[in-house]
């Protein structure tokens, strides 16, 4: 079978998208990239974007094919219900009751195809008292107890991109529910509404923390817990030739074996869960690590049960050597653009250039 006749595990699953910014275009590339046809219905002319792209720099728009319709008109709204009738699965993004304002909204629309699984992509979701108001990533994730949580101590918080509430809360938790809304409707043979919120889902994502928190083993001081840059042995060191690495040996063996290589003295080893001796070891480890390059640590240490790896930043990333043997990074016209994921044995997905 060939790649072009082994279309993804979605082939033939038909997605019409409404264009608009953030989590709904990344959950669309998604769905694409595994096989679905996604057709976008944008404005005849659209608005500048926040982030306005050519062809080649919009690797979030890959995989689907466009169709300008006015939706102020009777005309447009009727060729977009057509659409939408021919469709598995819609996604929008717009405030609560613009689709409706539209005469686009679920009840039209399930009423023209009932077995229609229409997805709702908000960042406070359909209903509740800020449902109406704009917002971003970091007003998403400020709610949720997350952002208070991300930060050095005694410095402000950190935006962390936009990866927790629009991409990881966002785009992954509605690709979820459309996936899950699908299969469900191969029992029962009906369409229905998945309203996905940035705030639902990047709250979700912090289940294992609140688990922490209530147990009393998560401090509210940022920069004070095992997996926020309070444990020296979970941080990033400067080297000596100013770049950094990525410290994560978190269990006993792995720490071992870090301080082993590296020349840490036995006795923190000993002492690893030992807060009082933390202010030390981290002093310790920062001077090490100043004193060799980052070639020379990775060289050292990459691949070992050390669990420490080069930061590397964009440029760098696509010719790591794990990376290109992974195809991590497939050219798009040009450029290095994230491959499909997750990988599929017998129905793999499209190529991020096509």
Not at 271 to 299: G, H, K, Y
Not at 318 to 344: E, K, S, T, V, Y
Request: aromatic share 6%; proline share 8%.
């Amino acid at each position: 079978m060939t790649r072009k006749e082994a279309a993804g595990p979605l082939a033939g699953l038909r997605v019409v998208e409404m264009a608009g910014i953030g989590p709904g275009p990344l959950a669309a590339m998604l769905l694409a990239d595994l096989g679905a046809e996604v057709t976008r219905i944008d404005r005849p002319a659209p608005p500048g974007r926040l982030m306005p792209l050519g062809p080649a720099e919009d690797m979030v728009g890959r995989g689907r094919r466009e169709v300008a319709l006015d939706l102020k008109s009777p005309t447009g709204v009727a060729a977009a219900l057509d659409l939408i009738g021919g469709a598995d699965a819609l996604i929008e993004g717009f405030r609560p009751g613009v689709m409706e304002r539209l005469g686009l909204g679920p009840e039209p629309c399930l009423a023209r195809n009932p077995r229609l699984v229409y997805g709702r992509m908000t960042g406070w979701g359909q209903d509740g008292p800020l449902a109406r108001a704009a917002g971003h990533d970091l007003n998403y994730l400020s709610l949720t107890g997350l952002l208070a949580a991300i930060g050095r101590p005694g410095e402000r918080p950190v935006p962390p991109l936009n990866l927790v509430a629009d991409y990881g809360g966002g785009a992954m938790f509605l690709v979820m529910g459309l996936l899950a809304a699908l299969l469900e409707r191969e029992r029962s043979g009906q369409g229905q509404v998945v309203d996905a919120a940035m705030t639902d889902g990047a709250a979700a994502l912090a289940t294992a923390f609140y688990g922490l928190r209530a147990a009393g083993r998560w401090s509210l001081a940022r920069g004070d817990n095992l997996l926020d840059g309070g444990a020296p042995f979970y941080d990033t060191y400067e080297t000596a030739d100013g770049r950094h690495l990525a410290v994560a040996c978190l269990e006993a063996p792995f720490f071992a074996e870090m301080a082993r290589r590296i020349g840490l003295d036995a006795r923190f080893v000993e002492r690893q869960r030992d807060r009082a001796v933390w202010p030390e070891m981290r002093a310790e480890m920062t001077r090490i690590f100043l004193r060799r390059s980052r070639a020379e640590w990775v060289a050292l240490l990459e691949g070992s049960d050390a669990c420490v790896t080069g930061v590397l930043d964009m440029d760098e990333a696509p010719h790591h050597p794990h990376n290109r043997a992974r195809g991590l990074f497939q050219d798009r016209l040009g450029h290095p653009c994230p491959a499909p994921a997750p990988r599929f044995s017998r129905t793999p997905g499209r190529r991020a250039g096509e």
